[in-house]
């Protein structure tokens, strides 16, 4: 994988989180304060990032704990992606069609391109990165005039546990996926600048997401919305002729779900292979179906706990790899 691609990825999986669960999560704790907060969150990251591009997580997922950790992240990750398409779709685009035939065909779709392997994931980063730069920069440019600068206001720390919260996640969401890239790369392919680039690419681009959402909506009013992401590109008006692009717009998130998913899907694919993956695949699209989107009580569960889960995986990886490398070098 070389440098490009290793910067590609890590811009879709530093954000994919943010999409259905992240910024809602968030603003809920930070309100017009998770400018700032964000921002802590962003430091907060990249410090962590920084700790983790030290460690060999190639060698790590090659020990039994590092499988356990790392196929539990990737698991947790399509469970996400597939959760978020569904309740996407089945609310705004396919009211009336049954949210198992929206999942289905992502779950093909991933399947599919987990048996073309990594090079062919790897050549459609290249595609989607350049649509989701085109279609974000339209999306930028056509709602920014719909900002209005004192919707920022008041900005102030409401509770501090809250605002600790919001710090923490933000760190996380922006961080935890990285991991599955790095698990692919050994030591020496790394190639930390890269990463880095990816990572402050792709939490820039949220920062601009929080700020046109909180300049046009106002942090309270934005909470009224489950997906306030969406939303937003419902403000895309181009040379007030082309409205109504929200649907075409938000291929950005797709973009980000469909590689995420089909990074965590190649990981899955190197322990699960043959007729094991599709096994382990259907039992898993079986658990997100009725356990998840049949049930939006624990819809919530999974939006309020994503980032402790997340918190703890990338943790307990930190301190596994570091003890896996002391005793290698013993």
Not at 64 to 89: K, Q, T
Not at 124 to 150: H, P, R, V
Not at 191 to 206: H, R, V, W
Not at 228 to 237: A, D, G, H, R, S
């Amino acid at each position: 994988m070389n440098s490009k691609r290793q910067g590609i990825l890590s811009i879709f999986l530093s954000r994919v989180l943010y999409f259905g669960v992240g910024i809602s999560y968030i603003l809920a704790y930070g309100n017009n304060f998770t400018i700032i907060n964000f921002l802590i969150g962003f430091i907060l990251g990249f410090i962590l990032l920084l700790l983790m591009l030290k460690r060999d997580w190639n060698n790590f997922f090659k020990s039994l704990l590092g499988r356990i950790i790392i196929l539990s992240m990737a698991f947790f990750l399509v469970n996400n992606c597939l959760v978020a398409v569904a309740v996407l779709g089945s609310n705004f685009y396919l009211i009336n069609t049954p949210p198992i035939l929206i999942i289905v065909p992502l779950f093909i779709l991933i399947l599919y391109g987990v048996k073309k392997g990594l090079a062919a994931t790897l050549r459609l980063s290249d595609i989607l990165i350049f649509i989701s730069i085109i279609t974000g920069i339209i999306a930028i440019l056509s709602i920014q005039k719909n900002i209005d600068f004192n919707n920022y206001l008041p900005m102030e720390i409401l509770d501090k546990t809250d605002t600790l919260k919001c710090i923490i996640s933000s760190a996380f969401y922006s961080v935890s996926p990285i991991i599955l890239e790095l698990s692919f790369l050994k030591s020496d392919e790394v190639n930390k600048k890269s990463i880095i680039i990816g990572y402050l690419i792709g939490s820039f681009t949220i920062f601009l997401m929080i700020l046109c959402i909180i300049g046009i909506f106002g942090g309270n009013f934005a909470l009224l919305f489950r997906y306030p992401e969406y939303i937003l590109l419902k403000k895309v008006n181009l040379f007030n002729q082309f409205e109504h692009l929200e649907t075409f717009l938000s291929i950005i998130w797709f973009n980000d779900l469909l590689i995420t998913s089909l990074i965590a899907g190649l990981l899955i694919n190197k322990v699960f292979n043959g007729k094991w993956l599709y096994i382990v695949s259907i039992l898993h699209l079986c658990f997100v179906y009725f356990f998840f989107i049949n049930n939006y009580q624990h819809i919530l569960l999974l939006y309020h706990y994503t980032f402790h889960i997340l918190g703890m995986l990338t943790i307990l990886g930190c301190i596994g790899s570091i003890i896996n490398c002391k005793f290698l070098k013993r």
